[in-house]
């Protein structure tokens, strides 16, 4: 039996009518998506205050009342040029199986973000006149899709922070992100209703990866409570965000684990691991750099009282650990200048925290003096309550005096030919008064060498052969050794400081004003 349209008439004409109106629901879609597109682009804008939103094409399924939207593109108003989102597809639809639940939510999947930002556009954006709440993020999204969200996906998503023109770029790639169980409704303080997971890959080799609860609608910002692992991170990535410390970050790994929680009410930062390798590291102070810092941080935290002088960020380093790491100070205000060191060093902290209200931390350092004296140095912190409160002992030994010559020659104006250090001091903090000593010990110390300072002026000579002269004075220590013991008494210079600034101050200030006198200070007597 032959079968054909042309036996069948009716059947011809059935599917020239299906046909038809195949191709009129495809033009009147095409309307369809264009006249959402154009919508939902103007709604979101009417929500977003100092932001535009485009969309390049959207696609809405009638079916399962889901809809795609290509190429959205998220930029400053002041910047259209730079974007900070540009998102590749953007897929929304309704989550069926909650609807058995009586709750219409919706499921969002976001591919291939691209966010890309500056030192000035965060500047701008944490620095502006509008409060986090008023620019209207969370609007924004339940007007592309009206459909409260509960669950986001992302994937093969890349993050880029350039703090400078000149600096590398910060970036996290092949971002992995789940949340599940979001509310677009009102959350009690520190409730976090959403499941979070996060993998990322952080710089070139480092690996990140976040684990726990977030509440991405609470207000002015979304709240986090989760566990941090940080694998492998290379630090001399961050030299950006050091360098604005007067910190030079040239190289080490850095791996932690931890916990953080982070949200309007809460800012807390615990790591239960923290270890550092072969960290190299310099403080440059340049310029008044110090006084600087200073300065900006007085103005970031006003200080009124004491029992107010608690940072809002809680730090908390249950274990750390530093090894084979060297750090410097250079110092490029004197002339000439110099740098001092510490080689091989190995550190070990327990309990350490910025605010020192959770028990007794300990900190102990050991390392080679600059490159060849041993260092040993203890620190106890107690419980901040409500001044900084700890004992300091620090300890170096055997020297060689021609490694320190610059130091020398900036604050004595002189150098050695030969000799050994050594320095011992004892320091207790404690109701805003500082209590100890700081003894600098000299040993065959040869400053003046007629044959190799035959080239030098003549009263740079004779100052060298006075002090070498002067020393001679010494002879009640024995083995030609000169110590010049400073003890130290009194109130703490800044009451505003902090225990960490306390500590560093001391150990910086004691070291560079006990071992001039042994040159400078016998000459004057």
């Known amino acids: 039996m032959n079968w054909s349209l042309s036996s069948h008439p009716w059947l011809k004409k059935t599917g020239i009518v299906l046909a038809v109106i195949v191709v009129l629901l495809i033009v009147v879609f095409s309307f369809l998506d264009e006249s959402l597109r154009t919508y939902a682009e103007r709604r979101a804008n009417q929500t977003l205050n100092g932001y535009t939103l485009t969309i390049g094409s959207l696609d809405f399924h009638p079916i ?33 199986r ?30 502006g006149e509008r409060d986090l709440k008023d620019r209207g993020w969370q609007k924004t999204v339940l007007e592309l899709y009206p459909l409260e969200i509960n669950a986001l996906q992302i994937s093969d998503g890349d993050v880029t922070y350039i703090d400078s023109p000149n600096s590398k770029p910060l970036r996290l790639q092949a971002i992995q992100f789940q949340a599940e169980n979001i509310r677009n409704i009102e959350s009690a303080d520190n409730e976090y209703p959403s499941e979070i997971k996060l993998d990322a890959q952080m710089f070139d080799s480092g690996r990140l990866t976040v684990d726990g609860k977030a509440d991405f609608l609470a207000e002015p910002h979304a709240g986090i409570d ?17 360098g604005r410390m007067s910190l030079q970050v040239r190289d080490g790994i850095l791996d932690a684990k931890g916990h953080v929680e982070y949200s309007p009410t809460v800012e807390q930062v615990e790591l239960q691991a923290l270890t550092v390798d072969g960290l190299r590291a310099d403080y440059v102070q340049a310029g008044g750099s110090s006084a600087k810092a200073k300065q900006a941080a007085q103005a970031a935290v006003p200080w009124t009282n004491p029992s107010q002088r608690k940072p809002r960020l809680t730090l908390r380093v249950e274990r750390g650990k530093i090894t084979n790491s060297e750090i410097g100070f250079v110092n490029k205000d004197t002339q000439p200048g110099y740098r001092v060191f510490l080689a091989q060093m190995e550190m ?44 300091l002992k620090v300890k170096i030994l055997k020297t060689k005096l021609m490694s320190m010559n610059n130091v020398l020659r900036a604050h004595a104006d002189a150098d050695v030919q030969a000799g050994t250090f050594a320095f011992f001091s004892e320091l207790t903090v404690q109701k805003g008064k500082v209590t100890g000593y700081v003894r600098p010990f000299f040993k065959d110390v040869d400053v003046y060498d007629p044959e190799q300072d035959k080239d030098k002026g003549f009263l740079q000579q004779v100052y060298e052969g006075l002090i070498e002269s002067l020393t001679d004075l010494f002879k009640n220590v024995p083995r030609d050794q000169v110590a010049t013991e400073t003890t130290l008494s009194g109130p703490l210079t800044d009451p505003r ?10 150990v910086k200030n004691a070291f560079f004003k006990a071992i001039v006198p042994g040159f400078k200070k016998s000459l004057q007597s």
């Open 98 to 127: 909650k609807l058995l639940t009586g709750n219409v939510v919706s499921d969002h999947r976001i591919e291939r973000p691209v966010i890309h930002f500056t030192r000035t556009q965060a500047a701008e954006e944490a620095g």
């Open 226 to 242: 989760v566990n941090v692992e940080l694998t492998h991170i290379p630090l001399k990535d961050l030299l950006p965000l050091a």
């Open 497 to 506: 400081a902090s225990t960490w600034e306390v500590l560093v101050n001391l």
């Open 64 to 96: 399962g009342l889901s809809a795609d939207l290509e190429n959205v593109v998220l930029a400053q108003t002041k910047r259209p040029e730079q974007p900070l989102v540009k998102i590749g597809r953007w897929s929304a639809s309704v989550h069926w």
């Open 348 to 391: 070990t902290i327990e309990d350490f925290s910025n605010r020192f209200d959770k028990g007794i931390a300990k900190v102990d350092l050991t390392g080679r003096f600059m490159g060849n004296g041993k260092l040993t140095t203890r620190a106890i912190i107690r419980p901040q309550a409500p001044l900084p409160d700890f004992d």
